[in-house]
């Protein structure tokens, strides 16, 4: 049975990969005639949906012909690499897509190289080449290079390439003709990607590359089965490659899952090469390997690379804490971090040493350890966070730093500006490359130099800039990067903030809250171009005398504030302030909130 095939869509973020998901579901026959069609119908959950990113890998699988594919649609952003790793152990192919104007980006060579690593085939995909300003020919010059500097073998030069557009549903095997339908691209998987092994005789074994979790069945191991068969209710053991030591873990199949186009079909048994999930086995994590009882044998897994990042989950303990919390304890905090780190590889979280309600969280990126606090504050949980801060390394007796490599697509004119920032921030300048009217330029810079600096770019490049950054490797420590040059407004006492109070510190920067806003001693309410920090009393009240009434008061020429989002929050943090998360509010403060000991702190450490 050659019925069969298991490939990973794989690209850089926003080239597409969902998208064209979709449009294999729908022409495969998934949805009925009647049936409402959902947009980007694989990114199921709502902050997915909302940045229009695929945050974890999905399972699906479609019918063509006679042949099943399973299809897995990964994340596209550097952050969730680890995502990206093991889902390539589940597939015999990749469908490799780029954007027709943006071309390969630094995410695009990461996959790409996991992705020959494992000695996959490659279909080379060029997307979105309906967008007016594509340069299709250009885009498939720099996909070979790619290869090539990623030591393809002569099979994996020799890819084929496609050309879509997955928001019209079309496909075609030359540049300059438009496609009527996904055929060539269903006729591509078929031709090109191998059928799994199909050892059915031998002894159930599968890596497990993917955990769901459900409140009522626990963790859900996903994985592709490698050889033998599997049956309901069958006794396995549990074993891993990388602790050779533990006895096998005895458990039972309790149910067995096949997916079928957007469900789980519940199975009574499955055979070698298909992707399946399967429940019953407590304490399972990504990377052990599932055998039938009696012939534990772990397959060798990747380790996931180590996190670069991280950041302190604390308790709240401000003057506001508890009051819009529904999970406010650190026993609470502790356990859902805990489960959290059941779902992503990447992550690590470890208690701070002489502190109980303190937790060390590391990850892959910002974006990652951002996505993790605002999933938690919609389910109700309230925290403080430190900034973000690198993990550094000794190699050969050398304090070493995360380095990242940062593609810069920006208009010509802004060029000045990025290089003489990135410089700054000590990066290290490699190539630039003319596209059109744009320049594409390239970077290593040290990811603490990153810090901060993608809301400024935005800023410098009038919103047309596109930054994209991966891990590169660590190199020695550059030196000291200066963080921020701004100073924070602080309110000086506890209260509700009025317009007169705001009127007055307006002068000073620019304000965060409005008038009516809750406030308390040393949280900060806005932002000031001074390099020191400045105590403003947002909650003063204009005297009233018999010559001023307060109806005077409707002179006051307020500016709007500036409304920060969670990213922007965390990028805006100097290492004495914290970010008071909650369900309804998000709070920058100085970690020390009483004046006079942070002034004390402060010259103690001058």
């Not at 790409?112 to 010059?141: F, T, Y």
């Not at 996505?371 to 690198?390: A, C, D, H, K, N």
Request: negative net charge; glycine residues 8%; contains cysteine.
């Amino acid at each position: 049975m050659d019925k069969l095939r298991n490939i990973a869509i794989i690209a850089h973020v926003d080239h597409g990969k969902t998208t064209l998901v979709d449009e294999m579901l729908k022409q495969s026959g998934v949805y009925r005639e009647n049936q409402e069609i959902v947009e980007r119908v694989m990114d199921s959950n709502d902050l997915e949906r909302e940045r229009g990113i695929t945050i974890m890998a999905k399972n699906t699988a479609v019918w063509y012909g006679d042949t099943k594919i399973n299809i897995v649609d990964t994340p596209g952003h550097a952050d969730f690499g680890g995502e990206v790793e093991r889902v390539l152990k589940m597939v015999n192919g990749v469908i490799l897509l780029v954007d027709a104007a943006e071309g390969p980006m630094p995410q695009t060579r990461f996959v790409l190289s996991r992705a020959l690593e494992l000695g996959h085939r490659v279909i080379v995909v060029v997307n979105k080449i309906d967008r007016p300003d594509q340069r299709i020919h250009e885009v498939i010059d720099e996909v070979l290079e790619l290869l090539i500097d990623l030591n393809a073998t002569d099979e994996q030069l020799d890819s084929p390439m496609l050309f879509c557009s997955g928001r019209n549903g079309t496909a075609s095997y030359s540049p300059d003709v438009v496609g009527i339908d996904l055929k060539p691209l269903f006729e591509t998987i078929l031709e090109y990607i191998p059928a799994p092994d199909m050892n059915e005789d031998a002894p159930f074994q599968m890596l497990v590359s993917s955990i769901d979790y459900n409140e009522y069945v626990g963790r859900i191991a996903i994985g592709r089965i490698e050889r033998g068969v599997i049956k309901q209710n069958q006794e396995i053991e549990v074993c891993n490659f990388h602790r050779p030591e533990d006895i096998p873990l005895k458990a039972k199949a309790v149910s067995l899952y096949q997916f079928d186009g957007l469900s789980r079909v519940p199975v009574t048994e499955a055979g070698a090469g298909n992707i399946i999930a399967m429940s019953g086995i407590g304490e399972v994590t990504i990377g052990d390997t599932i055998c039938a009882r009696g012939f534990a044998e772990p397959i060798e897994f990747v380790k996931i690379g180590a996190p670069t990042l991280e950041m302190t989950f604390s308790v709240n303990d401000s003057p506001f804490a508890g009051k819009e919390g529904k999970f406010v304890t650190s026993r609470q905090i502790r356990d859902r971090l805990t489960r959290e780190t059941m779902k992503d590889v990447s992550l690590r979280v470890t208690d701070v040493e002489n502190s109980t309600d303190s937790f060390n969280v590391a990850g892959r990126g910002e974006m990652s350890l951002s996505i993790l606090i605002e999933t938690m504050r919609r389910e109700g949980y309230e925290f403080q966070v430190s900034p973000p801060r690198v993990l550094y390394r000794e190699i050969d007796g050398k304090l070493c730093e995360p380095v990242e490599r940062v593609v810069v697509d920006v208009p010509q004119e802004y060029m000045g500006s990025v290089m003489e920032k990135l410089g700054a921030r000590k990066g290290e300048f490699l190539q630039m490359t003319p596209v059109g009217s744009r320049m594409k330029l390239e970077f290593l810079v040290p990811s603490r130099g990153l810090f901060g600096y993608r809301n400024e770019f935005l800023t410098d490049t009038k919103g047309e800039g596109i930054l994209a950054s991966v891990f590169e490797n660590y190199q020695p420590f550059k030196g000291d990067i200066a963080r921020r040059t701004t100073g924070s407004l602080i309110a000086h006492e506890t209260g509700e903030a009025v317009a007169y109070g705001i009127w007055n510190a307006q002068e000073r920067g620019a304000m965060f809250i409005t008038p009516g806003t809750k406030v308390y001693g040393g949280m900060i309410v806005g932002v000031t171009q001074k390099s020191d920090d400045v105590p403003v009393n947002v909650c003063r009240t204009k005297h009233l005398t018999n010559t001023r009434a307060s109806g005077s008061d409707e002179a006051l020429r307020l500016v709007p504030p500036r409304q920060l989002s969670l990213e922007q929050c965390l990028e805006f943090l100097a290492d004495d302030e914290l970010l008071e998360v909650t369900p309804k509010s998000l709070r920058l403060r100085k970690s020390i909130l009483d004046h006079s000991l942070r002034m004390k702190t402060l010259m103690r450490n001058r």
